[in-house]
């Protein structure tokens, strides 16, 4: 298997699970001899606590994980996040959407026809075109707003095919638009998932992006994203996620699965390797 630079980067809102378990470890064995890095998604400072940061680092190396140091925070980069907006609000496929959920959903109501995407529902376009003097006196009253990617706009800059490459299922090429116009920031935090994933990445040369299937369509916009800021180009593998008893993807809240909570069952790093077939 060829060196890689790969990631696990979870987010210390609550305990690490058995899925968390089967990321890292999934991680760590495609970094062959290349570098295995751990970066901290904790953009949400209002869910994010130390204590779970000092207990998922304890998780790993309890798996026998080690990683480079220092570990990235998301919270210590939000200047690199707004760079990368003015380079997209530069080339005019950034707008304030001032909606309120209950606005789009009143919205989406009205409509003869509701597009759905990866994550539900698109956002009808209600503040795409507001004039740019309307935009400017709500800001200036204060008024909440998240800003929202042009995707249309944005694939009229692209003038070339999009693909990407899935080591375990090969080649893709980017339908962006199923996503319709996301948020990539709001009035006071910076990036969403979407954009800080991909200047993180990038900014840690991150050759192989490891994670789970759930997220395999987010990569049609990520690869856009990347297009867009001028970034490297990496390789994704998506891996299989860990079920529980249901056939449902493990969650935070489901606290009998967390690794802190089978180590006090007596479970050993080795069942917990032999339960994740590593």
């Known amino acids: 298997m060829p060196a890689h630079t790969t990631r696990f980067a979870p987010s210390p809102t609550g305990w690490l699970h058995l899925g968390h378990a089967y990321a890292a470890l999934f991680a760590a064995r495609r970094a062959g001899d290349g570098r295995f890095l751990v970066r901290l998604e904790d953009i949400d400072g209002t869910r994010a606590r130390p204590e ?8 790993l190396q309890w798996l026998g994980l080690s990683w480079e140091q220092p570990v990235r925070r998301q919270s210590e980069h939000f200047d690199e996040y707004r760079a990368g907006l003015e380079v997209l609000n530069s080339m005019g496929l950034l707008y304030p959407c001032f909606c309120t959920r209950k606005e789009i959903q009143e919205e989406i109501a009205r409509a003869d026809h509701a597009p759905h995407g990866p994550d539900g529902v698109l956002y009808p376009g209600i503040c795409r ?4 003097g309307e935009r400017s006196e709500r800001i200036a009253r204060g008024d909440a707003y998240a800003l929202r990617l042009d995707v249309a706009k944005a694939l009229s800059l692209v003038s ?5 490459e899935d080591a375990a299922r090969g080649s893709f090429i980017a ?7 996301v948020v990539l920031a ?9 954009l800080a994933v991909v200047l993180d990445d990038a900014r840690q040369g991150i050759t192989l992006v490891t994670r789970g299937e759930d ?17 490297p180009v990496p390789q994704w593998e998506h891996h299989r996620l860990v079920l529980d008893r249901y056939g449902r993807r493990l969650a935070k809240r489901d606290n009998a699965r967390s690794l802190r909570a089978l180590r006090g069952q007596g479970w050993t790093r080795e069942c917990v390797l032999n339960e994740l077939g590593f």
């Open 129 to 132: 075109t507001q004039s740019a």
């Open 215 to 231: 997220l395999l369509e987010a990569t049609h916009l990520h690869r856009l994203l990347i297009e867009l800021l001028k970034l």
């Open 175 to 181: 339908t962006p638009a199923i996503f319709g116009d």
């Open 160 to 164: 070339r095919e999009l693909c990407w």
């Open 186 to 194: 709001r009035k006071d935090t910076p990036a969403s998932y979407h």
């Open 52 to 59: 779970y940061e000092s207990a998922l680092f304890e998780d």
